[in-house]
Nanobody
Framework: VQLQASGGGLVQAGGSLRLSCAAS????????MGWFRQAPGKEREFVAR????????SYADSVKDRFTISRDNAKNTVYLQMNVLKPEDTGVYYC???????????????????WGQGTQVTVSR
């Protein structure tokens, strides 16, 4: 499975960006898609995830009510709409794909076996 993330950029606080993640290859083997981010000097953290079959989303508390994850099964693409951006949202955003795991919530790094290259999001004050 190959993942290509795009859509990052520089935006002022309060602005919006939409990230895209296009999946290719053996996408039928994946169950969930997630977005993670990593700020300079910090660990990579969970942002949001969605399942391919029923589109169930899950969000980190820090982005709930501001970010929306969605998917287009026909295009094998997942989106992350980010509104009301804050400087603390700055970081490299990575998309990831996970196979099905019994009992998993798909909110941790270890749940994901495939990773994209990351796209930079910078939010200025």
């Amino acid at each position: 499975v190959q993942l290509q993330a795009s859509g990052g950029g520089l935006v002022q606080a309060g602005g919006s960006l939409r990230l895209s993640c296009a999946a290719s290859g053996r996408t039928f083997s994946t169950y969930a898609m997630g977005w993670f981010r990593q700020a300079p000097g910090k660990e990579r953290e969970f942002v949001a995830r969605i399942t391919w079959n029923d589109g169930r989303p899950s969000y980190a508390d820090s982005v709930k009510d501001r970010f929306t994850i969605s998917r287009d099964n026909a295009k094998n693409t997942v989106y992350l709409q980010m509104n009301v951006l804050k400087p603390e949202d700055t970081g490299v955003y990575y998309c990831a794909a996970a196979a099905w795991h019994y009992g998993s919530l798909y909110t941790t790094l270890r749940d994901y076996g495939y990773w994209g290259q990351g796209t930079q999001v910078t939010v200025s004050r």
